[in-house]
């Protein structure tokens, strides 16, 4: 955990020189009133992109999501999620949703942001698929999953010019399917 939070902050940094402003102001809304302990924060005002670009990939990311529970119709890919539900069963949520998070937010800005410009689209892709090679041979459908998905973060980038939309993607489905697979991992442990 420890080398997740200081690879979070070292994406706060990248992010801050990236887009000259700090994370935090994807998270926090420009309109309506704020609550009194934001209000220190009130000048990090979204501008409008960028709400487009966090709703465009979290949309993207719940399609995935959905895409990822008919999958499991297969045989192949109910056994990935059994054995990956038994590795997340006793994870508490907080912890799910902050892998979710920084694993979404240092991926994303290494291979789209820092990558795919030097490599392009499709070799970045096929770099974030290599690296998500596991060690049991019946998930290799699941580096095939990764390669696909650094296409769609990476077509996301290229459309929208920046990495917002696809840490915005890469969070929502990390965040559904880890808590999923804790779920279903959980169940599978209990008589």
Do not use: K
């Amino acid at each position: 955990m420890r080398v997740y939070l200081l690879a979070l902050a070292a994406v706060c940094a990248l992010h801050a020189l990236y887009f000259g402003r700090p994370l935090a102001a994807l998270y926090l809304s420009g309109a309506g009133p704020r609550p009194e302990a934001l209000s220190a924060l009130a000048w990090l005002r979204l501008p409008l992109w960028v709400e487009v670009e966090v709703a465009a990939g979290a949309a993207v990311g719940l399609g995935v999501v959905g895409l990822s529970r008919l999958l499991e119709r297969f045989a192949w890919a109910r056994a990935i999620n059994e054995d990956f539900g038994a590795r997340f069963a006793g994870a508490p949520a907080w912890r799910l949703t902050a892998l979710a998070a920084v694993s979404a937010a240092v991926e994303e800005v290494i291979f789209r942001g820092w990558l795919q410009p030097q490599l392009g689209l499709v070799s970045a892709a096929l770099v974030f698929g290599a690296l998500h090679v596991p060690l049991e041979r019946h998930h290799w459908p699941w580096t095939a999953a990764a390669a696909l998905m650094g296409l769609v973060f990476g077509g996301l980038y290229e459309a929208l010019g920046s990495v917002t939309a696809p840490i915005a993607a890469h969070f929502t489905i990390n965040h559904f399917n880890l808590h999923a697979l804790a779920r279903r991992g959980r169940e599978e442990e209990s008589p």
